[in-house]
């Protein structure tokens, strides 16, 4: 019997619900993409829960996929960008403002290009597409973030906040304001609510804008060529030019819109309220890192308090390092060979103290970075082919120190497995103190044997 139920008209509604849900089948788009004008097909594939939304381009060989977070997106003019090394998705955030809006957490986005069909530059086609096919309730909880302290992010006269909300969804509060050119764009102010509002109705068939001389301009560089002012809403002094609005304050509502499916890349629904004064794709990017951040400190905290995978004894079963050098106190989470977090208690007895440097006790930089590197090797340690071999330290990039550690810090070590092979590792490394990071590396190691070591 599945697991997966179908969706009724019951309450809550799927975009606040507490349940994960995907689609009931798969759903197919196809266009042009609405700034680079390529033809593209996209397929929308249901996935098993806590898959979240994954990008794929089915077009490269091998495919590369692209998970919808917002540590992936890349500063862009005018659009939402997501980026893997050297591929790209772009112009992603109406879709994912309609899978926001919708209560999808799960699915697989098959795309054959680099970007996403534009449709009318509203997210009301991905609506009805994905609606069709059916939206699924899955067996599992889902993951909803309380914000717990207010963050602002601000550039110039443009700003956006998000503040703590007791209540079940995200309310959004947008103020636009083109000041020097309200004659043909009035100030517009729209509230909404997840919890409360007709995202299909309200919010999705709200198409992107421009004002006319933008609209040149992005011409003039080769964006939009394949557009007329009857595709999306380009206004003159006199309004929209061979359109008209489905909404009078249509403008604001699309910058909602933008608003959700930029937000959306943090992972999971977020409770808070969100104030916004002129701001767009970039603001919005920023403040997604921001709530991942305080996400990732409240996990750590959690985990702290509660974890413990390994203690020392267990780690020097894997580790040949002795004191002085053992630098990992204690492992509190294990993911498999994926990801890890351990603990150095930094005091005052450690011996390096004694020189570096008297009257001034700081950590070496090259301590931490070794500490980061046991927990990789300890890491890498729990891929089977690994067993009986030690991760010998082969090179280090992209590493960053960023804040002394002194005695009484708690260094929180995590590591993340990037690549791995019989012979080869390759782990992203941080270490963090007091929720700020004071120090980053990318550390690849080779695996030997530990008999070699000893001869």
Not at 152 to 160: K, L, R
Not at 273 to 295: F, K, T, W, Y
Not at 298 to 324: E, W
Not at 410 to 424: D, K, T
Request: proline share 6%; hydrophobic share 40%.
């Amino acid at each position: 019997m599945s697991s997966e139920t179908p969706l009724t008209t019951t309450e809550p509604r799927p975009a606040v619900s507490t349940r994960q849900h995907t689609l009931g089948g798969t759903a197919r788009f196809e266009g042009l993409g609405l700034l680079l004008g390529e033809p593209v097909t996209v397929e929308v594939e249901p996935a098993e829960a806590d898959h979240g939304i994954v990008f794929e381009r089915c077009d490269l060989e091998p495919p590369v996929r692209i998970p919808a977070i917002v540590d992936h997106v890349v500063p862009r003019g005018r659009r939402t960008t997501l980026k893997s090394g050297e591929v790209t998705i772009e112009t992603v955030e109406h879709f994912m403002s309609a899978l926001a809006g919708l209560g999808i957490d799960n699915a697989l986005v098959r795309i054959n290009a680099h970007e996403l069909p534009g449709f009318d530059g509203s997210a009301l086609p991905f609506v009805e597409g994905l609606t069709e096919v059916g939206i699924v309730e899955q067996d599992a909880d889902r993951k909803i973030f309380d914000l717990r302290e207010a963050i602002v992010i601000d550039e110039g006269d443009a700003m956006i906040a998000a503040i703590p909300h007791d209540a079940p969804g995200m309310r959004v509060v947008f103020d636009l304001d083109y000041r020097d050119y309200n004659d043909r764009l009035p100030r517009q102010v729209f509230t909404w609510d997840t919890a409360e509002g007709d995202y299909p109705q309200e919010v999705g068939p709200c198409r992107t804008f421009t004002l006319e001389h933008e609209a040149r301009a992005m011409w003039e560089r080769g964006i939009g060529r394949h557009l007329t002012p009857k595709d999306v809403v380009v206004i003159g002094e006199d309004g929209p030019i061979e359109n008209e609005y489905r909404f009078d304050d249509e403008p604001v509502r699309h910058k909602v819109l933008d608003v959700l499916g930029d937000l959306y890349l943090i992972g999971c629904p977020v409770r808070c309220r969100v104030v916004a004064h002129r701001s767009g794709h970039g603001l919005n990017r920023r403040l997604g890192l921001a709530i991942r951040e305080q996400m990732a400190a409240v996990d750590r905290r959690t985990t702290l308090l509660h974890g413990r995978v390994m203690d020392v004894r267990s780690i020097q079963r894997t580790l040949p390092h002795r004191y002085p050098m053992l630098l990992v106190d204690r492992v509190v989470e294990m993911d498999g060979d994926r990801r890890a977090i351990g603990v150095k208690n930094v005091t005052m007895n450690e011996q390096f103290f004694q020189g570096h440097y008297p009257g001034t006790p700081i950590m070496p930089g090259v301590l931490i970075i070794e500490a980061m590197a046991q927990l990789g090797g300890l890491l890498l340690s729990q891929r089977l082919e690994h067993t009986g071999k030690i991760a010998v330290l082969l090179s280090l990039d992209k590493v960053k120190l960023r804040k002394p550690v002194v005695p009484g810090d708690q260094l929180v070590l995590e590591a993340e497995n990037v690549r791995a092979s019989p012979r080869l590792g390759h782990i992203r490394c941080k270490a963090v103190v007091d929720d700020k990071i004071a120090a980053e590396a990318e550390i690849k190691f080779m695996l030997v044997d530990a008999e070699s070591t000893n001869g």
